[in-house]
């Protein structure tokens, strides 16, 4: 993954350098700062978090598996040097800046680690500038690949203020597609139950760690994660791939996925949105948190599955 410094993308004819993409957050990476070490030296983020993932499941008895895991979680960022230039027809050509970064989560209850892994992802946060044509505000973008066959564009907005994070509830329950405001809640209410047995979930040996909060409203861990711990400052980013906050965005799915038309998907992955915050916690020195929030929606059996995945790591040099 790693970019040598003299890779630059040569803009041809030149592009007027632009000011900083985000008013009122120095550099030209705007909120995207502070996943790297000054002065745009790579980072690695390290921590643990939760994934619950509603698989589909070919059986007569059940047509899903509820999979939970505790997980160890890391990132990589670096910075991808100098601008990225964008043509503009109906507007003035603009300036990009971003940083690359590969994903690694793991099953923190398997013992061993070489066959462990839940998740494998390369991908791009990059800074747009303020356009004409669409009229947006700066925003920022996450480009993503999954190797299950699942590649992502999610982009929303981007801004920093004082003190921590306001993180809200949230939860697993399927809802008819199309329908987020009906969950079927009295439907699954069993199978979230941790102490109600279930053929169809996570083997009880394998959730060490995961409790009954946990399950009802996985964003609770962040919270847990944050208490005793003083927010200097926040900087948050919140993603969408539906265009809801941003024209433009979307998801694409292998065939197998995606399914047969009229038969309906094996598991197609049909929205992507999360909330990621980069937290200056005091201390002595102060140090750097990462917190995320990420549902996506597994479209299959007429009904889409909530797929969750929470994290909270630390900022460490790469070594």
Excluded at 165 to 186: C, Y
Aim: hydrophobic share 40%; with cysteine.
């Amino acid at each position: 993954m790693t970019l040598n410094q003299d890779f630059i993308f040569p803009p041809a004819p030149d592009i007027t350098k632009p000011e900083p993409p985000f008013p009122g957050i120095d550099g030209d990476l705007g909120p995207l700062h502070d996943f790297l070490f000054d002065p745009d030296k790579s980072a690695q983020w390290v921590g643990e978090g939760f994934n619950c993932i509603w698989r589909p499941n070919s059986t007569p008895q059940s047509d899903h598996f509820l999979e939970l895991n505790r997980t160890n979680d890391g990132i990589l960022f670096e910075r991808i040097p100098g601008e990225i230039p964008n043509r503009g027809l109906l507007q003035p050509d603009i300036v990009m800046f971003g940083v690359s970064y590969l994903q690694k989560i793991s099953d923190a209850n398997i013992a061993n680690p070489a066959k462990s892994g839940l998740h494998f992802e390369p991908g791009i946060w990059a800074v747009v500038p303020k356009t004409t044509n669409p009229t947006e505000i700066p925003t920022v973008l996450r480009m993503a690949s999954i190797p299950h066959g699942t590649a992502i564009l999610a982009q929303g907005s981007a801004f920093q203020h004082p003190g921590g994070p306001v993180i809200a509830d949230n939860d697993l329950f399927p809802f008819p597609i199309g329908q987020p405001s009906n969950k079927l809640i009295s439907t699954f209410q069993d199978n979230l139950n941790l102490s109600k047995p279930d053929a169809f979930r996570t083997p009880d040996p394998l959730l060490k760690g995961i409790t009954q909060d946990t399950v009802n409203s996985p964003n609770s861990l962040l919270r847990a994660a944050l208490a005793g711990k003083t927010v200097k400052q926040t900087t948050t980013l919140i993603i969408a791939t539906d265009s809801t906050p941003v024209p433009g965005g979307g998801v694409a799915n292998t065939a197998f996925l995606q399914g047969a038309p009229g038969s309906g998907p094996n598991a197609d992955a049909a929205v992507v949105s999360a909330t990621f915050w980069i937290e200056l916690i005091e201390g002595a020195p102060d140090f750097f948190q990462l917190q995320y929030t990420q549902i996506v929606l597994l479209n299959f059996a007429g009904l889409s599955w909530p797929h969750v995945t929470v994290g909270t790591l630390r900022k460490e040099p790469v070594v």
